[in-house]
Each structure stands twice: as structure tokens, then as C-alpha cells.
């Protein structure tokens, strides 16, 4: 089952959350071999999507990934309210969804 969990996000500004994958007994779960993908939409059957990047942390085995939207890209993102999710890939192809929530997006005044 996917943790649960809000972010907020800035219009204009740059974004980024490090996550810490981590198994049943609470040590960092190694990443060697996953790939990573994560999405935001203004709703979950929305054909409109925002990807995130996504970055592994060094070393792999430290269990860290980073997503993040640069200021273009936020800016870009209309104010309100969001669905996202973030999904593991094993290299067996199986698929987990790690973390997912609501994204708020509060509107920028400095342009």
C-alpha cells in the first residue's frame, strides 16, 4: 500500500522532495535496477499530466530518489489543486506505487 502524502507547490519556483525508500524492518531499501516515474493531474482520469524529474541518489543502496519541476515548469502549472502519484519499477517489471497525495499549487504574484 503507498504512503500518503500533500506537497505544495510554489507557481515560479523552483521544487524538489527527496524520498527515502525504505522495507518492512525500516533499513533504506536498495534502488539498483529501479526505474522511477511520477505524474501530477488535475484529476485521476485527466489525460493532462505533469511529470516530474526524477533522480536516484548515490549510491543506490541509500535508498533516495528526488523528484522536482524547475520554475518554468511551475509557473507553467495553473493554481489549485492536484493528484499525483510516484511508481517503482523493478527490474522483474513489476510495479509499485510508492507515495501518493495532493499536490497544491498556490498561485505566484512576482512575475
Keep these: 500500500m503507498a504512503a500518503k502524502a500533500n506537497i505544495?507547490?510554489?507557481q515560479g519556483t523552483d521544487y524538489s522532495t527527496t524520498l527515502t525508500v525504505t522495507g518492512d524492518d525500516g533499513s533504506s531499501q536498495n534502488l539498483e535496477g529501479y526505474?522511477?516515474?511520477?505524474?501530477?493531474?488535475?484529476?485521476?482520469?485527466?489525460?493532462?499530466?505533469?511529470?516530474?524529474?526524477?533522480?536516484f541518489?548515490?549510491?543506490?543502496?541509500?535508498?533516495?530518489?528526488?523528484?522536482?519541476l524547475?520554475?518554468?515548469?511551475?509557473?507553467?502549472?495553473?493554481?489549485?489543486?492536484?493528484?499525483?502519484?510516484v511508481e517503482l519499477t523493478n527490474s522483474a517489471n513489476n510495479t509499485s506505487?510508492?507515495?501518493e497525495g495532493i499536490v497544491?499549487?498556490?498561485?505566484q504574484v512576482t512575475r
Design 97 to 99: 506505487r510508492l507515495v
Design 70 to 85: 524547475n520554475r518554468i515548469q511551475t509557473a507553467n502549472i495553473a493554481d489549485g489543486r492536484y493528484v499525483y502519484d
Design 35 to 55: 526505474t522511477a516515474a511520477a505524474q501530477m493531474r488535475k484529476h485521476y482520469t485527466s489525460n493532462t499530466a505533469v511529470a516530474f524529474s526524477i533522480t
Design 8 to 10: 505544495i507547490i510554489d
Design 104 to 107: 497544491t499549487v498556490t498561485p
Design 57 to 68: 541518489g548515490s549510491p543506490r543502496s541509500a535508498g533516495q530518489l528526488t523528484l522536482s
